[in-house]
C-alpha cells in the first residue's frame, strides 16, 4: 500500500482543513487507518483512526470534537481528516498511515506510512 498526503497548508487560529490521504492498492478497504502527528523536536503522536469498514473512529483527547476522520472505500481510496477549530499547538507534519490492526494509537503497530503533509496554524 502506497499512501500519498494532500490538503496541509497556513491557516489562521479557528480555521478548518482537511487532509486527504489517497492509497493505492485494491487491500486498502481491509486496512485500519490512522492519523498521526509530529510538531518539531517532539515525538509522533496519535490523531485519529478509523476501522476498515468505518464503523468504528478513535480520537486523541486533544482533537476530540474538533476533528473528524472519515474513508471511502469505493473508487477513491481516501482516508479524510476534517480540521476545525484550529488551533496554533495543532501545527505539525501530519502523517497517515495503514495497519492490519483494529486500531492502534502506537506508531510502531502501523505498517504503512505517507510522507506527511504540512500544517500551520497561526495566532
Known amino acids: 500500500v502506497q499512501l500519498v498526503e494532500s490538503g496541509g497548508g497556513l491557516v489562521q487560529a479557528g480555521g478548518s482543513l482537511r487532509l486527504s490521504c489517497a492509497a493505492s492498492?485494491?487491500?486498502?478497504?481491509?486496512?485500519?487507518m490512522g492519523w498521526f502527528r509530529q510538531a518539531p523536536g517532539k515525538e509522533r503522536e496519535f490523531v485519529a483512526a478509523?476501522?476498515?469498514?468505518?464503523?468504528?473512529?478513535?480520537y486523541a483527547d486533544s482533537v476530540m470534537g474538533r476533528f473528524t476522520i472519515s474513508r471511502d472505500n469505493n473508487a477513491k481510496n481516501t482516508v479524510y481528516l476534517q480540521m476545525n477549530s484550529l488551533k496554533p499547538e495543532d501545527t505539525a507534519v501530519y502523517y497517515c498511515a495503514a495497519t492490519f490492526r483494529q486500531s492502534s494509537w502506537l506508531p510502531y503497530e502501523y505498517n504503512y506510512w505517507g510522507q506527511g503533509t504540512q500544517v500551520t496554524v497561526s495566532s
Open positions: 478509523i476501522s476498515w469498514s468505518g464503523g468504528n473512529t478513535d
Open positions: 492498492g485494491r487491500t486498502f478497504s481491509t486496512y485500519t
